[in-house]
């Protein structure tokens, strides 16, 4: 929200690459500030063809001021190629906007090397520590926009933040989650003492084990591998089966917490987050409680051959490192 109302006005247009719910949620919270914006959509489980949003970029003839693009799409688990959107772009004028909110930390997104405007993230996913923080990135091209922007901000004023923290007494316009910072200050070092290529890799091998161990089980990610996300798997639930019940299952019988479908997708999807500080045991652990809990509900899986399976792709990741 602080990204729409401090670079857009009311009335402006904007281009939404919109595969998820929260590329969706983007598009309304800049409808809601008076935004006209225009959605590329993909079917949930794909990505956005690139031409296309090249495509409807050229046709505007440079009236968009922002693209907005969310970089990990946690609803469909699909990863929404960033570094290929602003190069489709070429010198289109306007801001790139993306949501990296479960992004940042996990895979890559090089904001000054890609041209990319705006980064948002939080501080609850790949930079492992408890909500209460969002942090912005700005490129010297959006703070000028933000001069332009004519959308009434108080709180959500990131002009206003720079400048009280480029004071000889530098602070935060209001009160700071000081435990979330001094969290968040532990996380970076921990990411810092990894080496980030390292905590890539990690999210790679977390990835491909989890969806080794899916489909060892005989179920099916919903993206394919080739537009996946590291951060989250997506898998489709046996036809006939609502997906609220094997979460719900799966938490009372056996205290795994699997995230559930989102909108169009809410009964017929389960989601395994793997990021952050997330371990191989407790994906193991998740693996198996999804297996037993599906053949309580009566749709037996290979429970036992998906364990085995995602251990497999393990030692091979580890193997390779060596």
């Not at 296309?52 to 190629?81: C, F, K, M, P």
């Not at 933040?161 to 602070?171: K, L």
């Not at 980030?196 to 161990?213: D, I, K, T």
């Not at 590291?230 to 056996?254: F, H, I, S």
């Amino acid at each position: 929200e602080a990204c729409v109302v401090n670079f857009l006005s009311p009335g402006d247009r904007v281009l939404s690459v919109n595969n998820g719910h929260f590329c969706e949620r983007f598009a309304e919270i800049a409808e809601r500030y008076g935004a006209r914006v225009d959605r590329v959509p993909a079917e949930w489980g794909l990505p956005v063809p690139i031409d296309a949003i090249a495509e409807r970029a050229r046709a505007a003839r440079g009236e968009y001021r922002a693209i907005l693009v969310t970089q990990s799409e946690t609803s469909t688990g699909v990863h929404n190629d960033v570094r290929a959107i602003r190069a489709a772009l070429g010198d289109q004028p306007a801001l790139l906007i993306v949501d990296a909110v479960s992004s940042l930390g996990a895979i890559p997104l090089e904001t000054d090397a890609w041209g990319v405007d705006v980064v948002i993230t939080g501080s609850q996913k790949a930079l492992m520590s408890p909500p209460g923080m969002a942090f912005v990135g700005v490129s010297d091209r959006a703070w000028a926009a933000s001069q332009r922007a004519t959308t009434p901000r108080f709180y959500l004023d990131l002009g206003r933040g720079r400048t009280e923290i480029h004071t000889p007494n530098p602070s935060t316009p209001f009160t700071t989650a000081v435990t979330v910072a001094y969290a968040v200050h532990e996380a970076l070092a921990l990411i810092r003492e990894e080496g980030l290529e390292r905590v890539f890799e990690r999210h790679r091998r977390m990835a491909q084990m989890v969806r080794a161990g899916i489909r060892g089980m005989g179920l099916t990610p919903l993206p394919d591998d080739a537009h996946a996300v590291d951060t989250v798997t997506v898998v489709r639930m046996p036809a006939g089966l609502d997906a609220n019940e094997v979460v719900a299952r799966a938490r009372e019988r056996y205290h795994v917490v699997l995230g559930g479908g989102i909108r169009r997708l809410e009964h017929a999807v389960v989601r395994i987050g793997h990021l952050g500080y997330t371990q191989p045991e407790t994906l193991v652990a998740g693996l198996e409680a999804l297996g037993r809990t599906l053949g309580d509900l009566g749709h037996r899986v290979e429970t036992g051959a998906g364990v085995e399976a995602a251990r497999r792709s393990l030692r091979a990741a580890a193997g390779r490192r060596s």
